[in-house]
């Protein structure tokens, strides 16, 4: 579980707030708006009303506390601009922003920002997923139901099989590659032992990979 502070409550915004929720984070969003606020409610029920772009509001809520920040205010630039700067000033750890023009995405990455992406509902959800889940590395979505995960070798695995612990059968996923520091062994033979250090490529439902990550 992560702590996430979610500035802006937009359609991308309401759509990560929610996906973040969803894989067991903690979230606090913030928006200047009343009405975007109250719309928000059925989806996240820890919301502030707030100027982010004030200096003082942003130091009240203890940015550098939280494992994750996200600047998703769309239709203002000159105002995600200064809360990303802001941010920075007061210790965020990792800042997510969105961009709606390359120009901007320049901007935001020189002034502080640690990742900024373009886009609405898909993206939120999977930057969500790739941020929020425990020891998430990456994640592609292949169809609403199948995907491929990049995740740390789970603890009760290392030292073992891939056909000792018959991972196919009994865990329903197929390991597709090994990555150990920064290098991909793709396909790894039934004999490869796995160990704590390497992250692992795997395919299959969400649902049975998530249930994985939660166990490790």
Request: hydrophobic share 40%; aromatic share 8%.
């Amino acid at each position: 579980m992560k702590d996430i502070l979610i500035i802006g409550l937009g359609r991308f915004g309401r759509h990560m707030a929610a996906k973040f929720i969803e894989e067991g984070n903690d979230v606090l969003a913030i928006d200047s708006s009343k009405e975007r606020a109250e719309s928000a409610l059925p989806f996240v029920r820890n919301i502030q009303i707030g100027d982010s772009t004030q200096e003082q509001f942003i130091e009240s809520l203890g940015v550098e506390n939280f494992d994750i920040c996200v600047v998703a205010i769309g239709d203002n630039f000159q105002e995600a601009l200064e809360t990303v700067v802001l941010l920075k000033d007061y210790g965020a750890k990792f800042i997510l922003a969105r961009a709606t023009r390359q120009v901007h995405k320049k901007l935001l990455l020189r002034n502080g920002a640690d990742h900024v992406v373009y886009g609405e509902r898909e993206i939120a959800e999977k930057l969500a997923i790739k941020y929020g889940a425990k020891n998430v590395f990456d994640y592609i979505e292949l169809t609403p139901e199948y995907s491929i995960y990049e995740v740390l070798t789970p603890k009760s695995w290392v030292g073992k099989t891939i056909v000792g612990i018959d991972v196919r059968n009994k865990h329903r996923v197929s390991i597709l590659a090994v990555k150990e520091n920064d290098t991909l062994y793709p396909m790894p033979s039934p004999d490869h032992v796995f160990k704590k250090e390497e992250t692992l490529l795997m395919m299959g439902k969400n649902e049975d990979i998530d249930l994985l990550i939660k166990k490790n």
